[in-house]
T-cell receptor
Framework: GAGVSQTPSNKVTEKGKYVELRCDPI?????LYWYRQSLGQGPEFLIY????????DSGLPNDRFFAVRPEGSVSTLKIQRTERGDSAVYLC?????????????FGPGTRLTVL | QQPVQSPQAVILREGEDAVINCSSS?????VHWYRQKHGEAPVFLMI?????EQKGHEKISASFNEKKQQSSLYLTASQLSYSGTYFC????????????FGKGTRLSVIA
């Protein structure tokens, strides 16, 4: 079956612009995670959805970052007034419903470059 | 709360063995291991849970010492395809919640 997909694969934007990054999780996966990965670092948690609601958004760096998952499937990460420091690979992952920790299936990521 | 991985990097010849370690200063419920090749998504290897349960690929071997909050990943008879960066990710509770990842261990296997 299809894995987690993310679009676009690459996004180049200018400082101050608005960007949207999309994640299509594996069908049936209720948990969805957004991570950000900088060069030479591990993925860093941003926000986590359980169904339609954000269960934990404590990883969002500031109020320029926002994410939605209106129908409990596709999610969009939105970044306003982009800054050069936002440049990174944004990874999305999903997990099936479970009573405990489960494998997280990662998408290929969106490489965001802010000029 | 970020787990600490060691070594930061290792170079192996095909057929050699390696151990990658992950340690935390906080009590852990589970440790996850992923491998990431350059420019690709992290790929799941194994979950080790408090109490001894493991989920993962049969060819991967790992341990989890709950008392010491440490996990080790054992790579035996390494192959060229083992090259990549290995990350451990940790959970402090039993939910299906986000992981806290270490900075990774870069493994290079050469012929």
């Amino acid at each position: 079956g299809a894995g987690v997909s993310q679009t676009p694969s690459n996004k180049v934007t200018e400082k101050g612009k608005y960007v949207e990054l999309r994640c299509d999780p594996i069908s049936g996966h209720t948990a969805l995670y957004w991570y950000r990965q900088s060069l030479g670092q591990g993925p860093e948690f941003l926000i986590y959805f359980q169904g339609t609601g954000a269960a934990d958004d404590s990883g969002l760096p500031n109020d320029r970052f926002f994410a939605v998952r209106p129908e409990g499937s596709v999610s969009t990460l939105k970044i306003q007034r982009t800054e050069r420091g936002d440049s990174a690979v944004y990874l999305c992952a999903s997990s099936p419903p479970s009573g405990g920790p489960n494998e997280q299936f990662f998408g290929p990521g969106t490489r965001l470059t802010v000029l | 709360q970020q787990p600490v991985q060691s070594p930061q990097a290792v170079i192996l010849r095909e057929g050699e063995d390696a151990v990658i370690n992950c340690s935390s200063s906080k009590a852990l419920y589970s440790v996850h291991w992923y491998r990431q090749k350059h420019g690709e998504a992290p790929v799941f290897l194994m979950i080790l849970l408090k109490g001894g349960e493991q989920k993962g690929h049969e060819k991967i071997s790992a341990s989890f010492n709950e008392k010491k909050q440490q996990s080790s990943l054992y790579l035996t008879a390494s192959q060229l395809s083992y090259s990549g960066t290995y990350f451990c990710g940790t959970h402090r509770n039993s939910g299906n919640t986000p992981l806290v990842f270490g900075k990774g261990t870069r493994l290079s296997v050469i012929a």
